[in-house]
């Protein structure tokens, strides 16, 4: 949901500035925006963000594209599958920026007031703010929102805002969040994130119900026409109450944002080729490598480019849902990871494109390296029996090959561990001690694995292990992974620079048997949610890190994953039909709201100006 978390007046901690304005422990600080990293890059006279361009002009349509259908419109509870873009009509109390790793700025909220000790949150909301409908946003708005996504949203939101005890309206434009006692940094921002909904509006409709019903919203833009399954446009709101606020300045360019759905990667290539939409990140490394040598491409009227960032790259991996029998064994998991050769698949399929992941917040100073600090050992020793002794020794480490493709040394090490397990190979199938066959399925969402998946299957073979691949409609992998029904699967996990309550949707008990939690391995460890709890109430960021640390080692050791890959570019493709600001965020890729449509550059490709 966000980037990175906000930096509050802790008790008798510190005393740390928060915008334009300083105060005691036991005062209540008011200001424009809160970072968890000491100022906000931007004061409170800022005009626009460095990465917009505020002369940036207004018009014309970007085509994405969208994977295989949607059922629903409202993109906030567990049922359906929510159209692309369904958000882009609201707006939340805040704004977080792409270029500091986790601020946020007022957007429906004027000015944001912390309470002393981190206790509570006030957001004053704007006089000018309206509904597409000309109905006042008001605290009661902001107040049933919160309550509802709470009873009625998915279960994200519960886990997410846990520490949140009570919110109600103090005056006529404000409301205020009250926290639990203890340090739990990171709440004043992120009540802010979530997107506020119109009370008057869903009064009399069924909230967690599918709906193909356009809803009303607040933001800038509007549902156009909608055909279901197969196409989404966005029209922008041409007397948005927003449009001239700082941080909106530069934003919100095109008059039209439209999504097509396609039913594969393949086909959706195709059709960027051919020009039936304009914007694809591309995420297979293949399809970078082959797919695009074309005569657009090296004409110019096609764009091939890639584009740093620095945002943490998280965790990929297959994932082992250890809530079946077959995964509950440790070293079992263990030993499966050597039959994954990432070498070869990188040198063959991926055209070396990729490292190695070895962290689930890899690509950032959270990661765990080396031993375990002081710190890190602080919290790790009363658990010491209970842990596995190699997570003392030094930082994970995935198995690993010479690429060339022959992978016996590392099946010879599986097989062997298996042994000592009390797995043995009984003809040619590979049995637990009870003798059960060690069999499972790989549960794929996308055609795109399979290439990827089968010479790990194979690999797996050779032990002894039959595992096979099972690729499902996107409706029916929703629904799976909402209900656990998986042996394995391939999950993606990205990660904040500051993690904090989205982590016990992730990994905690209390998620392991919730339906629709991100708790995908069904991790139920007392120590992981101790070290959660660690992450949470971190009272600064030398204590986060290594709290984090901690956690990630634990994890790793765990071995709940078998780790993929990961890259810190963005690989676009794109026609040359648009607008960009010079400057570039650090930790985002400003598209499409920074991103504007130039007609003079769309008028050389040769394709249907919008």
Not at 109 to 130: F, S
Not at 240 to 257: E, P, Q, S, T
Not at 361 to 390: I, K, M, V, Y
Not at 579 to 589: C, K, S, W
């Amino acid at each position: 949901m966000r980037s990175t978390l906000p930096r509050l007046c802790l008790g008798a901690l510190t005393c740390l500035l928060l915008g334009a304005f300083a105060a005691q422990a036991d005062d209540a600080v008011t200001t424009h925006a809160l970072s968890l990293f000491g100022e906000p890059k931007y004061d409170a006279a800022f005009t626009h963000f460095e990465y917009a361009n505020p002369a940036a002009p207004k018009g014309g349509t970007v085509r994405l594209s969208a994977d295989r259908t949607f059922d629903t419109l409202n993109p906030f509870t567990l049922k359906g599958i929510a159209g692309a873009g369904a958000a882009l009509i609201y707006d939340s109390l805040t704004y977080g920026t792409e270029d500091e790793p986790f601020s946020q700025y007022g957007l429906l909220a004027e000015t944001i007031t912390v309470g002393p000790d981190n206790g509570w949150v006030e957001y004053t909301i704007r006089r000018d703010a309206r509904w597409h409908d000309g109905v006042p946003i008001t605290p009661a708005d902001v107040v049933w929102t919160f309550n509802t996504l709470m009873t009625q949203g998915h279960p994200f939101y519960a886990k997410y805002y846990n520490d949140v005890t009570d919110v109600q309206e103090t005056g006529p434009r404000k409301v205020r969040f009250a926290f639990s006692p203890g340090v739990n940094r990171e709440l004043a921002l992120i009540v802010g994130e979530f997107d506020v909904l119109p009370k008057h509006y869903w009064e009399g409709r069924e909230f967690a119900a599918t709906t193909l019903e356009p809803p009303l919203g607040s933001g800038p833009y509007r549902f156009g026409v909608v055909d279901p399954g197969r196409s989404i446009v966005y029209e922008r709101v041409p007397d948005y109450w927003g449009r001239d606020l700082a941080v909106n300045m530069g934003r919100h360019n095109f008059d039209r944002i439209r999504y097509d759905y396609y039913r594969d990667a393949n086909v959706m290539i195709e059709a960027l080729k051919a020009g039936e939409y304009d914007f694809r990140a591309e995420n297979i490394a293949k399809e970078w490598a082959t797919a695009y040598d074309i005569e657009a491409v090296d004409e110019g009227l096609l764009v091939r480019r890639t584009v740093d960032h620095e945002l943490p790259t998280g965790m990929q991996g297959y994932v082992f849902n250890v809530r079946r029998k077959v995964f509950q064994n440790r070293t079992l998991r263990q030993a499966l990871a050597f039959a994954f050769d990432f070498e070869w698949t990188n040198r063959t399929l991926f055209y070396g494109q990729y490292d190695r992941t070895e962290s689930y917040f890899s690509n950032s100073e959270l990661a765990s390296r080396g031993e375990p600090s002081p710190d890190e050992l602080a919290l790790l020793e009363p658990h010491r029996a209970d842990l596995p002794t190699a997570l003392f020794e030094g930082a994970y480490q995935a198995p690993g090959t010479d690429g060339s493709g022959n992978n016996r040394a590392n099946l010879r090490i599986a097989q062997r561990m298996l042994n000592e397990a009390g797995y043995r190979v009984d003809g040619q199938s590979l049995v637990d001690p009870d003798g059960e066959p060690v069999a499972f399925e790989i549960l794929l969402g996308t055609p795109a694995f399979e290439r990827i998946t089968s010479p790990f299957v194979n690999s797996l073979e050779r032990l002894g292990v039959r595992a096979t691949i099972r690729i499902v409609d996107r409706a029916q992998y929703e629904n799976r992974l909402r209900e656990f029904d998986y042996d394995m699967m391939v999950m993606a996990r990205g990660q904040s620079f500051s993690p904090g309550n989205e982590q016990r949707d992730f990994w905690t008990s209390a998620a392991a048997n919730t339906p629709g939690s991100g708790n995908y391995p069904g991790i139920a460890d007392p120590i992981v949610d101790e070290l959660v709890d660690a992450v949470i109430r971190a009272p600064d960021r030398t204590a986060q890190v290594s709290a984090t640390r901690a956690l990630d080692r634990v994890l790793l050791h765990g071995h709940y994953v078998i780790p993929h890959w990961h890259i810190s570019k963005f690989r676009l493709i794109y026609w040359n039909r648009f607008g960009i600001p010079p400057v570039a965020p650090r930790y985002g890729l400003g598209f499409p709201s920074t991103w504007w449509y130039d007609a003079d550059l769309a008028s050389q490709d040769g394709m249907p100006a919008e």
